[in-house]
């Protein structure tokens, strides 16, 4: 392969460089006039996790989840957050940059992707905190723990999926946005972070099965948690992760001339 055809507009290579600039631009952006900077990537998990331990083991008698309940609820709330913002910014993906992406001769999709990319690179800068808890409160660590990585890869693919949906819908209909955060926020309730699959009674287990995110959930817990794996819920997450990837990049190809115009 020549060099002019490594370089060219479409080329893997041209790509994924892109990518990692414009990633890098957001996050130098987001943290540019922070005086706090990295710490802001874990303190919305954080304050979120402190309220919820208060709540359930101080406040309520607490008949969800396993102890600590505090590594209990940060193995998913670090990953609902990534998972949160990310779709949060899909909807601002094209109209935030709208001169850039009628110009640049790369691919509109890396317009998703850097969002995946930046948004997941500050959920791997968080895992620390989850290090800190789990040492501070001598949380059992098994070799299910391996399955750590296979969530994020699996949240990746549903991440990428999902914002070449939602992307370029909002730009077709402009209050997909608002809808957006409302169908969030009750996910956020209908996805095991406060309890587990295991904690769901008969006739809602089945139907969590549907929720991506509760097999992911499931593969970041497990390695604390061992008796928190459910496999529907893990075969269901590959399943829809997958279908949903592949439902993107269709929706994508098809709308892409249509936002095009309507930027």
Same mark, same amino acid.
């Given at each position: /392969?020549? +060099?002019? #055809?490594?370089?060219?507009? =479409? ?20 943290? %540019?006039?922070?005086? !706090? *900077?990295?710490?802001?990537?874990? !303190?919305?998990?954080?304050? /979120?996790?402190?309220i919820y331990w208060f709540v359930f083991t101080q406040i309520f008698r607490r008949g969800v989840g396993e102890d600590p309940y505090i590594v209990f609820?940060?193995?998913? $709330? ?12 899909? #909807?601002?993906?094209?109209? &935030? ?21 930046? &948004? ?13 808890? %789990?040492?501070?409160? =001598?949380a059992h660590v098994g070799w299910e723990v391996l399955w750590f990585p296979v969530a994020v890869l699996l949240q990746l693919i549903l991440l990428t *999926? $999902?914002?070449?949906?939602? %992307?370029?819908?909002?730009? !077709? ?6 809808? #957006? ?5 009750a996910l956020f309730y209908a996805s095991p972070i406060i309890y587990g699959v295991t904690d769901l009674p008969s006739g809602f287990a089945e139907v ?5 995110? %509760? *097999? ?5 817990? @497990? ?7 459910? #496999?529907?819920? @893990?075969?269901? +997450?590959?399943?829809? +992760?997958?279908?949903?990837? =592949? $439902? *993107? @990049? ?14």
């Amino acid at each position: /392969m020549t +060099s002019t #055809t490594v370089g060219a507009p =479409g080329s893997p290579r041209r790509y994924l460089h892109s990518l990692w600039l414009l990633s890098a631009r957001d996050l130098k952006v987001r943290y %540019a006039t922070s005086a !706090l *900077g990295y710490l802001w990537s874990v !303190l919305d998990p954080l304050v /979120m996790s402190a309220i919820y331990w208060f709540v359930f083991t101080q406040i309520f008698r607490r008949g969800v989840g396993e102890d600590p309940y505090i590594v209990f609820l940060i193995t998913a $709330l670090l990953p609902w957050v990534w998972f949160n913002a990310a779709v949060s910014d899909f #909807t601002r993906a094209f109209n &935030k940059d709208a001169r850039l992406v009628r110009s640049t001769a790369i691919p509109r999709s890396i317009w998703v992707n850097r969002i995946v990319l930046s &948004k997941g690179i500050e959920f791997l800068c968080s895992i620390p905190v989850l290090v800190a808890f %789990a040492i501070f409160t =001598g949380a059992h660590v098994g070799w299910e723990v391996l399955w750590f990585p296979v969530a994020v890869l699996l949240q990746l693919i549903l991440l990428t *999926g $999902l914002g070449l949906i939602v %992307a370029p819908l909002c730009v !077709l209909w402009a209050d997909l946005e608002r809808t #957006t955060r409302l169908v969030l926020r009750a996910l956020f309730y209908a996805s095991p972070i406060i309890y587990g699959v295991t904690d769901l009674p008969s006739g809602f287990a089945e139907v969590a099965v549907f929720n991506p995110l %509760a *097999g992911i959930f499931t593969l970041y817990r @497990v390695g604390f948690f061992p008796e928190q794996w459910d #496999t529907a819920a @893990v075969v269901g +997450s590959v399943v829809v +992760s997958l279908l949903v990837l =592949g $439902l *993107g @990049v269709l929706t994508f190809r098809r709308l892409e001339p249509a936002v095009l115009k309507e930027l």
